[in-house]
């Protein structure tokens, strides 16, 4: 049975990273997945190109490319919906905030397993923020600190949620996963996935990351709340 979560068509891929070994090992275990890995791009400019040409549904991103760096890449696609897992061997602070306010979804270092590798793209393609361990902290803590200057005007009313949307949406903005979530509130990750994917439509946001700094911006987070 195919690792990827999707009864459809295959989740379409592009892999991005300037060193051939490491990019074709990725793309062949995510083909091997069940995943359809549509084009490969050896540096920014080719990342930008193919992931405009072909649309995937995820483009895994490596940050030092030659051309244009991984940020670089996220601002030139835009308004594609086409969602970007940042996949680098830096795990460094600036390296990942700069990622994640350019648009990527979610960033693993390269230590990660093949099985959290292609585990983390599947809930890329569902919209989730897959951080490796320590990193969804920070990235929520420097949310936290632009809350006072959020992207999403705080002042905005949010449509009428249901009461489990409003649930879900704050426990998303503590940082739960969809399985962390659907434990606390004793329902299956499915129909997690099911409030978030709602709430995004009903917010007109696109992921999880967005989702969360919205969430955080209305000050959900807080026990208050």
């Known amino acids: 049975m195919s690792e990827q979560d999707t009864a459809a068509a295959p989740v379409t891929v592009v892999v991005a990273d300037d060193h051939p070994l490491w990019r074709d090992a990725v793309a062949a275990d995510l083909s091997d997945a069940g995943y359809s890995v549509v ?105 936290r600190k632009m809350s006072t200057q959020p992207s999403v005007d705080p002042s905005r009313p949010i449509p009428e949620l249901t009461e489990r949307e409003t649930e879900v949406l704050r426990l998303v903005a503590t940082g739960m996963s969809s399985k962390e979530i659907a434990a606390e509130l004793f329902i299956s990750h499915r129909t997690v996935q099911n409030h978030v994917q709602n709430t995004l439509g009903k917010l007109q946001l696109h992921n999880r990351v967005e989702l969360a700094r919205f969430a955080i911006a209305k000050g959900l987070d807080t026990p208050e709340a």
Not at 54 to 81: K, M
Not at 91 to 111: F, I, P, R
Not at 117 to 143: K, S
């Open 39 to 143: 084009a490969t791009a050896d540096d920014g400019p080719s990342a930008v190109n193919r992931t405009r040409a072909t649309r995937p549904r995820v483009l895994v991103l490596d940050l030092n490319l030659p051309g244009l760096r991984g940020h670089e890449v996220c601002q030139a696609l835009g308004a594609l919906e086409t969602r970007v897992l940042v996949l680098s061997a830096s795990g460094e602070q600036q390296d990942v905030l700069e990622a994640v306010k350019a648009g990527a979804t979610g960033y693993l270092v390269k230590s990660a397993t093949r099985e959290q590798i292609v585990a983390a793209v599947g809930a890329t393609a569902r919209g989730e923020a897959v951080f490796t361990p320590g990193l969804a902290g920070l990235v929520l803590g420097e949310f």
